[in-house]
T-cell receptor, first 112, second 111 residues
């Protein structure tokens, strides 16, 4: 069955620390992979996406993600977190002709 | 400005009173979709449409209806809302083979 797992419900980091949010997926073929961010009371904003090619993808706001086919993972990283990064992060997989499947989200809290 | 708009943003209603949440996009996208977001469950797809007059069920279609008479609009209809449909709803649109763009969300409370 197709699924997305974000094993960390809640992560707390200090401002300036590095960040890695985990995402594992189960899909029949190589899907399109996405990370979205949702700030409190806001809609979802695309951070980055992977369709094919270079497995290290750069996104907005200094985020990057690496697709690892052997591990069925698409982890999101940022070298130095800012207080404004506090939000909920969703990993999603799918294709245009198939539905987009979201993980349950990871809530990031940033301490000054 | 390219955007997906939803109305209303907030709605409190009572069980059984029919309601419609509108969704409109100005990007000429073929694909549109409705999701609901519930704590601990992430986003789940309700219905999607790949073009005008083409709609299909997502993961949780029970209790919802949609229509796609025009490319830009994709309303979500709750004929007889129930408390378990209290949720945060998002509309999204996408050109073919690309990213979905999300609206700001509609917070619905059914009493």
């Amino acid at each position: 069955a197709q699924s997305v797992t974000q094993p960390d419900i809640h992560i707390t980091v200090s401002e300036g620390a590095s960040l890695e949010l985990r995402c594992n997926y189960s899909y029949g073929a190589t899907p399109y992979l996405f990370w979205y961010v949702q700030s409190p009371g806001q809609g979802l904003q695309l951070l980055l996406k992977y369709f094919s090619g270079d497995t290290l993808v750069q996104g907005i706001k200094g985020f990057e993600a690496e697709f690892k086919r052997s591990q069925s993972s698409f982890n999101l990283r940022k070298p130095s977190v800012h207080w404004s990064d506090a939000a909920e992060y969703f990993c999603a997989v799918g294709t245009w002709t198939d539905k987009l499947i979201f993980g349950t989200g990871t809530r990031l809290q940033v301490f000054p | 400005e390219a955007q997906v708009t939803q109305n209303p943003r907030y709605l409190i209603t009572v069980t059984g009173k029919k309601l419609t949440v509108t969704c409109s996009q100005n990007m000429n996208h073929e694909y549109m979709s409705w999701y609901r977001q519930d704590p601990g469950l992430g986003l789940r797809q309700i219905y999607y449409s790949m073009n005008v007059e083409v709609t299909d069920k997502g993961d949780v279609p029970e209790g919802y209806k949609v229509s796609r008479k025009e490319k830009r609009n994709f309303p979500l209809i709750l004929e007889s809302p129930s408390p378990n449909q209290t949720s945060l709803y998002f509309c999204a649109s996408s050109p073919s083979t690309d990213t979905q763009y999300f609206g700001p969300g509609t917070r619905l409370t059914v009493l």
